[in-house]
């Protein structure tokens, strides 16, 4: 049974507010500085980084997770999570269909950049990656299962784009088993204010720069009776521990 610290919410320099030294390679290397052996990058509405990723993150021995932190057309973020590579480029080919298109201003933004394996600039994003799409929070997650993804609302417990404050209340309308809070002591007082007693927590950095990153501590990680080796193992124990909340 192995120990498995990790970090769900990772945005790279595709992300227009995410720094430029977080290339793929740079946030493989810092999740195994800090003791993380599972990391899920998560762009706003893309996952067009997800292929250099996952090359990066094998050479440092950590297990990639395809993802996208969805902005849904109330605004709302929600984290996005895939078990296969080419499913999260599938959903992301999805969402580029509705996406609503506004030209990314670099000067106020940011750059938005695709790299490959070896952090060279391979393509840009010409349009804004960080404003709504046309789907709905509620549909959000039987959307994601249809690409045999998992789909929760991120940061819960911040006021920008967290579901909680956009909405007033926890949208157990949607279906939700699972949220993300920005911080782990956060925790009670959000079960009591909003009946989340039957809600499983992850903690996400939500990292934009490389300090953000999370690092392996006592209080998050999942237990897999798998090997670090055993990417695809790991990975599947760690999808059905998920969905069977």
């Known amino acids: 049974m192995g120990r498995y610290y990790y970090d769900f919410h990772v945005h790279s320099c595709l992300s227009p507010c995410g720094d430029a030294d977080n290339t793929p390679n740079n946030l493989a290397g810092m999740a195994f500085l800090n003791g993380v052996r599972i990391m899920a990058l998560t762009d706003h509405n893309s996952s067009r980084n997800c292929p250099a990723f996952f090359a990066a993150a094998r050479r440092y021995g950590i297990i990639p997770i395809a993802g996208m932190e969805l902005t849904t057309s109330e605004d709302i973020h929600a984290v996005c999570l895939f078990e296969k590579l080419d499913d999260a480029l599938a959903f992301n080919d999805e969402i580029d269909a509705r996406r609503i298109r506004v030209k990314n201003r670099e000067e106020i933004f940011g750059e938005q950049l695709i790299l490959d394996e070896d952090d060279n600039v391979v393509g840009r994003e010409e349009d804004l990656l960080i404003n709504a799409t046309t789907v709905a929070l509620d549909e959000a997650p039987h959307l ?17 784009n967290g579901a909680i404050e956009i909405l007033g209340a926890f949208p157990h309308y949607a279906g939700f088993r699972l949220a993300e809070l920005n911080d782990r002591s956060n925790r009670d007082a959000y079960v009591s204010a909003y009946g989340l007693e039957d809600i499983r927590f992850l903690v996400g950095s939500d990292a934009h720069y490389l300090n953000q990153l999370r690092e392996g501590d006592e209080n998050d990680w999942f237990e897999i009776d798998a090997d670090l080796k055993d990417e695809a193992l790991v990975v599947g124990k760690l999808f059905e521990d998920l969905r069977n909340h």
Do not use: K, L, N
């Open 144 to 160: 994601a299962e249809e690409f045999g993804g998992i789909c929760y609302p991120a940061h819960i417990d911040r006021p920008a």
